[in-house]
Each structure stands twice: as structure tokens, then as C-alpha cells.
């Protein structure tokens, strides 16, 4: 297809158009962004050091490397601490003498654990460190669970890349957005079997092929970019089976008022879960899953677990 061709398909397809002029200088943005995404993936905390994901029991659970403990770690010291959840949801520590265990920083005998959900607006939650292994607590559907991380993590020594569809510009799509007043309610599930509910403060509309597609996201905090889990004909074959992640900023127009939006799927990413057994991933709802193969973004983690 020449340069000519591609634009004029493009005006009429939908896409937000990247002139021939334009496309070096857009192919970089997207290797641009590929690279912060995999430092980000493989940081010495990143997704790639999880080594476990630990339930708490209401009351006094032991935790340390040495079998006997209720919670064995696959790092640190044999005997930790103890960590005790209440019956009204709250967390202590109390470190086991000589663990040599930090809590925020402060070599302190005991403190409470802030789980990750009441940490507060950008505040991170309480994080015990000892060595190169840390963990915090996570609140998933009123279940408290540890997330433990270490940087020596074998996921994170042995990433093996991340593969991708070719950088394709008829992929950046310009989108209709079409508000719900009031916000929808959009029920979506998750690795570990719960039931999120969310917000949809609307609907993302594009064409693609001669057809017409509709992408529900909502927000992770207030005022943050829309954030779609979507599948699609490739899901489970060329690209991770459970859902990819995708993220758009806010129409310019606001969200309360029909406008437009880009749906960039050369963006179009694998959720944690596709690195490691041990996140807590949602995955795409029915009426996130597109009847098209969408051949852009990652592909199919070569090393999935």
C-alpha cells in the first residue's frame, strides 16, 4: 500500500492518522515506551520479584524460611516475626529478635501494616525489609494476604524479553467517547477467583474493518487515565489468554461529554499475571472482549509460567 493509500484508508477507517512524515518520530515514541515498560517490568521491585502471595489467618500468623513457620517465605531469615490480623481487619508485626528486619526503614520490635488499600491517596503501604526480600500487606476483597518481593527473584534473573506485534500506526485509533450519566456499574473478575465492581464513566466507540467496536474502562484512582482490560481474537493464541491492559487519556472535553479519544493498542500490554502465579489480576469482562484480532501491542510471554 503506498504512502498515499495507507493515509487516505486511514481517514476513513478511524485511525488518528500518522502522516508518512510523521512515523519515524512515532515509531520512536513507541520503542520509547516499550523500553520504560520492561525497566519498570524488571526494577529490583518491579512485577518480575514477586516470590509469593500469602494468605493471613485471623489471629497470630509466623512467618521466616524455616518449615514450621505458618507462612513459609522463599527468602530471609528462618524465624521473622509473627503477624497478627485482627478481628476489625488491622495488622501488626512483631519482629522476631535479631531478624535484622526493617519496617519502613526503622529497625523497630513491632509497628502496624497499612495494607494497600488504606495506605491513603499515593501513599505506599507499610513494607517489612530484610535483605534483599521485602513484603507488604494487600487487601483483596476483605482478605488480607502478604505480597512478598525480592530482587534475586528467579522470574526477574531469568526474564527472557518481551515479544511484539510490529509497530503498526492504523492501530492508534481515534475513538468516539460516549458518557454514561450516571457512571455504570461493571462487574469483572480476577486471578484469584473474587468480584471486583468499578465505575464506567463511559464508553469508548471505534471502527476498525467495517466494523463497529465498544471498550468499557474505568479509572484506577479519581482524575486517572481510562484503563481498559480487553482480549481478543488473539487472546490465548498469539497473546496472553486472561486479558491485555490498556490505558488512554482523558477525552479533552471531560468525561460528562461526548468527545474523542485515542486508543493507542501498539500500547496494548500483558498484566502481571502473565510474568508471575503470585498478582492478583483482573481479567477482561464479556463486554471487553473484542470480536477482532487485534495484532498490535505484546505478545504471549515466552517465559509464561
Not at 171 to 198: N, S
Not at 201 to 213: E, I, L, S
Amino acid at each position: 500500500m503506498s504512502r498515499v493509500a495507507a493515509f487516505l484508508f486511514a481517514l476513513i477507517s478511524g485511525v488518528a492518522a500518522v502522516s508518512a512524515a510523521e512515523a519515524p518520530s512515532y515509531t520512536h515514541e513507541i520503542e520509547q515506551w516499550r523500553a520504560a515498560r520492561v525497566a519498570r517490568l524488571t526494577a529490583p521491585d518491579g512485577w518480575l520479584s514477586l516470590i509469593g502471595l500469602e494468605w493471613l489467618h485471623e489471629g497470630a500468623n509466623r512467618v521466616g524460611s524455616a518449615v514450621g513457620n505458618d507462612i513459609v517465605l522463599k527468602a530471609g531469615p528462618a524465624h521473622l516475626g509473627t503477624v497478627m490480623l485482627a478481628g476489625d481487619g488491622t495488622v501488626r508485626i512483631v519482629l522476631a529478635k535479631d531478624s535484622g528486619a526493617t519496617v519502613d526503614g526503622k529497625p523497630v520490635a513491632e509497628a502496624a501494616l497499612v495494607d494497600d488499600m488504606h495506605a491513603g491517596d499515593g501513599a505506599a503501604p507499610t513494607t517489612v525489609r530484610f535483605g534483599n526480600a521485602s513484603f507488604y500487606v494487600i487487601d483483596r476483597d476483605h482478605r488480607k494476604a502478604l505480597r512478598v518481593k525480592d530482587a534475586d527473584a528467579e522470574a526477574r534473573r531469568d526474564f527472557t524479553g518481551i515479544d511484539y506485534f510490529a509497530i503498526d500506526p492504523s492501530w492508534r485509533i481515534e475513538a468516539d467517547w460516549v458518557p454514561f450519566v450516571p457512571a455504570h456499574d461493571l462487574e469483572i473478575g480476577t486471578a484469584i477467583g473474587t468480584i471486583d465492581k468499578v465505575s464506567v464513566p463511559g464508553k469508548a466507540v471505534f471502527h476498525r474493518d467495517g466494523h463497529t467496536f465498544e471498550l468499557l474502562p474505568y479509572q484506577e484512582e479519581p482524575g486517572g487515565e481510562l484503563f481498559f482490560v480487553l482480549a481478543d481474537q488473539t487472546s490465548g493464541k498469539q497473546t496472553y489468554g486472561a486479558a491485555r491492559f490498556l490505558y488512554a487519556a482523558l477525552p479533552a472535553g471531560g468525561l460528562d461529554k461526548p468527545g474523542r479519544l485515542v486508543l493507542d493498542f501498539n500500547k496494548a500490554y500483558n498484566p502481571p499475571c502473565a510474568f508471575t502465579p503470585f498478582a492478583t489480576c483482573p481479567l477482561a469482562p464479556p463486554e471487553n472482549r473484542l470480536d477482532i484480532a487485534v495484532t498490535a501491542g505484546e505478545k504471549k510471554y515466552r517465559g509464561e509460567h
